[in-house]
C-alpha cells in the first residue's frame, strides 16, 4: 500500500531564505507526483506535476525534484517571502490514478 | 474561466443531525472528486465520478454517507446521520479526465 510521508510537519524561516520540504513515498510504481499548496479557508491550488519519466519541474522560483528509486521528492523555494506562507501537500499518483496525499508541510516565513 | 464552487462554506451541526453539500466543477470537466480533509492530515478520496458514474467509492462510509451528480455535472455529498469524527473540511475537485485536479474553497463541517 502506498504511503507518502512529509517531513518536517512544520517550518519557519527568516524572509529570503533558501529553503527545501520533502517528500517521500513508499512505493516507485507511480504514474506522477504533484506538489500543491494550501492556504486557510482555501482549497488546493498545484504548484507542479512531475511526470514518473522526468527528473524536475520548474515554476518561477520553485523547483520540483523527482527520484523514483529512492522515493523521494522535493520542493526547492529561493528566496522566499511571506507570501509563500501556506501549506505544501504533495501527491502521487497510482497506477489506479488515485492520487495519495502527504499529510503537509505548514510553512511560515518570517518577514 | 470560473472555479469549482462549493457551498456552504461552513456549516455547525448537532451529531445525529443530517448535512448536504453542493459542488459545481469547471465547465466541461468530466471528472469530480470529493475529498474528507481532517485537520492536521492529507486529503482523502471519498468518492470519484466520471460524469454521472461512480468510479471508486471505496473509502465512502455507506452507511452514512451518500454522494450523487445527476446529469454528470453538479454533485451532492450528504452525511446522514452526522458523528463527531465527521468534523473535516470536505473538498471537491474536478479535472477534464485525469492530470491536474482543480479544487474548490471547501465546506469547514463542524459537529458537536
Known amino acids: 500500500k502506498q504511503e507518502v510521508t512529509q517531513i518536517p510537519a512544520a517550518l519557519s524561516v527568516p524572509e529570503g531564505e533558501n529553503l527545501v520540504l520533502n517528500c517521500s513515498f513508499t512505493d516507485s510504481a507511480i504514474y506522477n507526483l504533484q506538489w500543491f499548496r494550501q492556504d486557510p479557508g482555501k482549497g488546493l491550488t498545484s504548484l507542479l506535476l512531475?511526470?514518473?519519466s522526468q527528473r524536475e519541474q520548474t515554476s518561477g522560483r520553485l523547483n520540483a525534484s523527482l527520484d523514483k528509486s529512492s522515493g523521494r521528492s522535493t520542493l526547492y523555494i529561493a528566496a522566499s517571502q511571506p507570501g509563500d506562507s501556506a501549506t505544501y501537500l504533495c501527491a502521487v499518483e497510482d497506477s489506479n490514478y488515485q492520487l495519495i496525499w502527504g499529510a503537509g508541510t505548514k510553512l511560515i516565513i518570517k518577514p | 474561466e470560473a472555479g469549482v464552487a462549493q457551498s456552504p462554506r461552513y456549516k455547525i451541526i448537532e451529531k445525529r443531525q443530517s448535512v448536504a453539500f453542493w459542488c459545481n466543477p469547471i465547465s466541461g470537466h468530466a471528472t469530480l472528486y470529493w475529498y474528507q480533509q481532517i485537520l492536521g492530515q492529507g486529503p482523502k478520496l471519498l468518492i470519484q465520478f466520471q460524469n454521472n458514474g461512480v468510479v471508486d467509492d471505496s473509502q465512502l462510509p455507506k452507511d452514512r454517507f451518500s454522494a450523487e451528480r445527476l446529469k454528470g455535472v453538479d454533485s451532492t455529498l450528504k452525511i446522514q446521520p452526522a458523528k463527531l469524527e465527521d468534523s473535516a473540511v470536505y473538498l471537491c475537485?474536478?479535472?477534464?479526465?485525469?492530470?491536474?485536479?482543480?479544487f474548490g474553497p471547501g465546506t469547514r463541517l463542524t459537529v458537536l
Open positions: 475537485a474536478s479535472t477534464r479526465s485525469g492530470g491536474v485536479p482543480y
Open positions: 512531475i511526470q514518473s
